[in-house]
Every structure is written in structure tokens, then in C-alpha cells.
């Protein structure tokens, strides 16, 4: 029950429209979850509220982390691709944590780097600029940009979209190692099958919690046409949310 | 007239005019590396509004020295720039306008003012040197306010390089390691309008930039590295001073603007023959294997 990352009847909203709704449950500790759900079902919202990009409107977050134990990759990185800086060195921005802004890289850093651009199967890239990598050899760079932060949880916004098969399969490896490692992993996904076969964890979202617990359980027939029926729906005259719906399904959490 | 009198003599034989080269290479050491991030961040033309900026500081300088001290008016335009950067600032974030949007009515409303308060008092021809410059009358003081602004802007930029190159690049992350983006952002700001001021008495508020923009484009077209950039630009800058002047003294043109069309044949010359340019897309090379 070694609760990391607690949500608290959390609400996220756009223009006081929900956009994350009444959401309880907890991330454990080493988890591996996948958070999963329809276009539109908050699972951004979600990733950006508990980085602190966004404010809950109602309910908390809660946990004992500071920022740097954080590894984020956001879906729509606002990333300048065309920014003439070497694979090498954008890797060494994961030291971040070690060597602050001002800080000197070593020679530990620079040949925890090679290690890890070695192991995303990106070695001898080092002094590439990033202009001229393909988007999966960009993303591999991102991942070994995360191994090298080190950091006890991880989120991945939709990390492999627009990423061939083999690609993803080196990725959900790292992703496995990390689990291995005893970090917890949070990442948002598409690819139902993914889910299933790497995934032992999910939270289902349509904005509200669908279920949260063990894969299996959770993506069960009927909970993902339940997903499904919740449409995206914005509706202009939607009056104010009393209150919570009374026994909002989470994993077993915290009043 | 030997290699010499063409291109040592002018330095040589007078002040004003060794005054005005190492006025020039310290701009372009400061301006070029400035003009280069201004380009990545994609804020070329905000730089140039920057400039215009500066004016109504410079003009209220101007009216209180009673001449064109350069002490004065670089304080005022260092106050006029960063308030129209601050104001524009606060507006985008509080509004619907986008930065660019507040910046260029912030800048046209300063322009005017600018041009207003100095017609009230100068004549025409303190109106046509704070718009283009008088780069050959530096004097003393002035070279150690440009010297002063030029080293300023090198040691800080050495210092904040990594996290602004980060909050450049991938801002975002930047926010997730809890760098402080804005910080540096506001900083990389101020070193904008400080070389605008110590580029002010040199080029004029219109070509301000002129050492900044055009020298960062041809670093852009040959350089693949950032600090191949850097170097490329500054070098461009340095050169366009110096044949610039060299040109302006021989051929008795004005100095500010040979120097500024320097810099554009350089430009012109990149276009057509850098990597990327017409040049290579005329007369293709083969392929490579692999």
C-alpha cells in the first residue's frame, strides 16, 4: 500500500469546464501504470496537473517528492528541433539535477552519457546535431535524456506515437528496466495491446475515473465502452458540479 | 597608394578614426553573439523594435544633457527600452495579444514620442544623428561606456549560457528541472537593450540592429554548430567595422550605414554561396553513398 502519489478527489479544469473530474486513487511506489482513455479524457491534463503545469480547481495532490526526482516527456514538446545543439549535449541537459545551471560537466557525466545514448542504441551520435535525427532517433535521444536525470518517477505523454515498431520496442524495454530498477512509471498510451502485454497497472479515464487497478481487471469490455460513451462532450450550459458523485470508482484510497 | 594608405593610414593618421574601429570591434563582439540567440529564439524583428524603443530615453537624455552625451542618452534609452519590454511583457500575459503584438505598439508609440521630444527642441541635424549615428565622434567616455557594455554582456552571457540555451531549445524542460526560464529570459532582455544603447551613438536607433541581425543570418547560413555561430557572427560584424570605415574613409561615404551595407554584401555574398545558398542548388554536387 506504499502510496507514492495520492490523488485526492482532484479536478483539473479548462475555462471551468472539467477537463480531469473528481479523480481518486494513488500511484504506488515502483508502479508501472498506464493511464489510458479516448481523445479528450484529461490523461494530459492529468500528467501536466501532477508535474504542476496546471492547478487543481478542487481536490490535491499529494507526495513527499520535490521537482528533480521528476522525469517528464510531454507529449507536444515545445521543443525547437532546428536549434543547433549536438545530440551529445542535449543528452547532457539530464544532469541538470547534478550540475544546476551553472555547474561543469565532467568526465562522469560525459561518459554517463555516452552509456546512455549507447544504450537507446544511439552510440557513435554524440556530435550529431539533432536537426538531422529522424523522430525516432529524436525520441530515443529524449529517453536517453531521461536516463541520465535519474529521476524516481517518470511520465511519458503518448511516447511512442509516430514511432516505428522497433523503436518502441528498444523504448518499452528501457521503460521495463526502469520498472526493474524499482522506479514508477506513469505513461499515457494509446495502443490498447501495449497496455495489455507491458502494463500491469492502468487507470482508465474519461475525464472521470473509469477503473484503476490491474490491468486485466480494468480493461475489461465493459469499462471500455463505458470509456467510449463518455464523449467528448463540452457543454456550454452546463450548470455548476455540486459535488462529487458519491462512490467515484479509484484503487482504494484515502478519504 | 600602397597596401598601407589603403588600409592602416586612416587608423593611423587620426583619432577619431581608432576611436571608431576599436568602438566597432567591441560592438561586434557584444552584438554578434546577441544577434545569433535573438535569431534562434526567433525574435529578430523584436530586436529591431527594441531599437526603435530606445528612442524617447535617448531624446529625453539628449534634452537634459543639452547635447549628445552619450552618458545620458544611454541611460535614458537603457530606462525607455526595458520599460517598452516590461510593459509589452505584462501586457501579452494579462491580454489576448501576443508578445509581438503588444511589442510593436509599444515601439511605434515610443518611435513617435521619441521623434516628437527631440523636434521640440534640437534641429534637424541632432534629429538625423540620433536617428543614424555619428560613429566618427566617439569620444572617450563613450568608448569606455561601449568597452564597458561589450565586456558586461560577454562575462554574463558565459555565465547564463547553459540555461539559456536550454530555456531556448526546450523551454519546457527547463520548467520540469525548476530552471528559472523567465529569469534568464529577462536577462537575455536587458543584454539586448544594453548593446542597443552602446550601438546607438555608433549606428543611430534605425541601424541599432544592423551589427546584431544581418552578421547572426550569415553565422546562420555557415555555421552548424552554436558556437561555430557565435564566432561566425562576431567575425562578420568585426569585419564589416573595419572595411566598412576602410570604405567610408577612401570613398568619403557616411560611416554608419557603409558599415551596415558591409555587413549586407557579406549577407548577399552567404545567400549565394554559403552551403545552403543559390550556388549549390545551381551546380548540385553528387550524392553521397551513405
Redesign the interface.
Known sequence: MNALLTLDNLTVTYDRHPAVHHVSGFFRAGSLTAIAGPNGAGKSTLMKAIMGELRPAEGRLQHHLVRSDFGYLPQAADINRRFPISVLDTVLLGAWRHTGAFGANGAKEHAQAAATLAAVGLGGFERRPIGSLSAGQFQRVLFARLLLQDAKVILLDEPFTAIDARTTQDLLDIVAQWHGEGRTVIAVLHDLEQVRTHFPETLLLARECIAWGPTAEVMSAGNLLKARMMAERWDDGAGICESPSGKAPSNGVVA | MSAYDLLIAPFADYGFMRRALVACLCLALGSGPIGVFLM?RRMSLMGDAMSHAVLPGAAIGYLVAGSLSLTAMGIGGLVAGLSVALLSGIVSRATVLQEDASFASFYLTSLALGVLIVSLRGSNIDLLHVLFGTILAIDGPALFLIGGITSVTLVTLA??Y??L??E??????L?????RGPVYHALFLLLVVLNMVASFQALGTLMAVGLMMLPAAVAQLW????T??IVIAAGTAAVSGYVGLVASYHLELASGPTIIMTAAVIYGLSILFSPSGFARRLFPSPHLKG
Open positions: 534562434l555565465i547564463v547553459r540555461p540555451v536550454a531556448c531549445f526546450d523551454p519546457g524542460f520548467r520540469t528541472v525548476g530552471g555555421g552548424r554548430s552554436l561555430a555561430m
